[in-house]
């Protein structure tokens, strides 16, 4: 059974940095493509940042620049550094182990609130 946790969320100021984690276990990862996706109040779960197997990245348009996503394949941990954050920026925030077929498997996900 594949369980991801979250961790890392919080309030800061507009400007301002974090670092969400996200430990895997139950899984093989080193072979799994990951991802951290965030949801807003009132709007649909929206794809974040992904990061392959080995090791190719991609970012949705709103935080490519500011928004590092990475793994550690030895600790079977994900991270996502988010610098310069917006209060647009202000969601739930999931990990996500891809699938090539049907729905990811999610975490709980971390809240993220940036507000002055």
């Known amino acids: 059974q594949v369980q991801l946790v979250e961790s890392g969320g919080g309030l800061v100021q507009p400007g301002g940095s974090l670092r969400l984690s996200c430990v895997v276990s139950?899984?093989?990862?080193?072979?799994?493509?990951m991802a951290w996706y965030r949801q807003a109040p009132a709007k649909p779960r929206e794809l974040v940042a992904t990061i392959s197997s080995g090791g190719t990245t991609t970012y949705v348009d709103s935080v490519k620049g500011r928004f590092t996503i990475s793994r550690d394949n030895a600790q079977k941990m994900v991270y996502l550094q988010m610098n310069s954050l917006k209060p647009e920026d202000t969601a739930a925030y999931y990990c996500?182990?891809?699938?090539?077929?049907?729905?990811?498997?999610w975490g709980q996900g971390t809240q993220v609130t940036v507000s002055s």
């Open positions: 139950g899984t093989f990862f080193s072979i799994d493509d």
């Open positions: 996500a182990r891809l699938r090539r077929v049907g729905l990811p498997d």
